[in-house]
T-cell receptor, first 113, second 115 residues
Framework: GENVEQHPSTLSVQEGDSAVIKCTYSDSASNYFPWYKQELGKRPQLIIDIRSNVGEKKDQRIAVTLNKTAKHFSLHITETQPEDSAVYFCAASSSGNTGKLIFGQGTTLQVKP | GAGVSQSPSNKVTEKGKDVELRCDPISGHTALYWYRQSLGQGLEFLIYFQGNSAPDKSGLPSDRFSAERTGGSVSTLTIQRTQQEDSAVYLC?????????????FGPGTRLTVL
């Protein structure tokens, strides 16, 4: 069935360093790949997304890259700050239905001041 | 405007009891989703409503779980004969349902504890 694998499960970096989170998906028909950030005790919120017709997208310190051939996509956070500490979830749209998302297991990012 | 709301925020129940969880989506959003998030885990898809189409129930873990969406707006997730493994945060999300905008907006969740 549809599956999204996310790595690493935990990531600790020093403030100012970069952080990279990687995801792979199983369904070659997936065409929409969002990333959500969930701070402790709060609801997930969309931070960036990418569609299959684009290879890279940037928004200030955040970027996402997509390799459709290899079926993987990555989140890159540069110049990390303590407020970037949170759980990050990747997701891929379900085959034939761009509304439904299959989420990865999440990555807990800790940015040490 | 108002975001997605859920009630109750917390629910403690005894094993074997039935519970109902409510979700009020953003006004005008045609798509509504239910997820389950166990402690330290990811978002497990449960069910998806899109407009008047038949819901996608493929994520419901057992026949004890059901959901309905009345009038294309409010949704209720019902868990019958609750078990301890049902303890989790149940998140609802809604989206506009258009191909131009897939963003799902999440509610604050209902934390369910089954004793």
């Amino acid at each position: 069935g549809e599956n999204v694998e996310q790595h690493p499960s935990t990531l600790s970096v020093q403030e100012g360093d970069s952080a990279v989170i990687k995801c792979t998906y199983s369904d070659s028909a997936s065409n929409y790949f969002p990333w959500y950030k969930q701070e402790l005790g709060k609801r997930p919120q969309l931070i960036i997304d990418i569609r299959s017709n684009v290879g890279e997208k940037k928004d200030q310190r955040i970027a996402v890259t997509l390799n459709k051939t290899a079926k993987h996509f990555s989140l890159h956070i540069t110049e990390t700050q303590p407020e970037d500490s949170a759980v990050y979830f990747c997701a891929a749209s379900s085959s034939g239905n761009t509304g439904k998302l299959i989420f990865g297991q999440g990555t807990t990012l800790q940015v040490k001041p | 405007g108002a975001g997605v709301s859920q009630s109750p925020s917390n629910k403690v129940t005894e094993k074997g009891k039935d519970v109902e969880l409510r979700c009020d989506p953003i006004s005008g959003h045609t798509a509504l989703y239910w997820y389950r998030q166990s402690l330290g885990q990811g978002l497990e898809f449960l069910i998806y409503f899109q407009g008047n189409s038949a819901p996608d129930k493929s994520g419901l873990p057992s026949d004890r779980f059901s959901a309905e969406r009345t009038g294309g707006s409010v949704s209720t997730l019902t868990i019958q004969r609750t078990q301890q493994e049902d303890s989790a945060v149940y998140l609802c999300a809604s989206s506009s349902g258009t191909t131009q905008s897939n963003e799902q907006f999440f509610g604050p969740g209902t934390r369910l504890t089954v004793l």
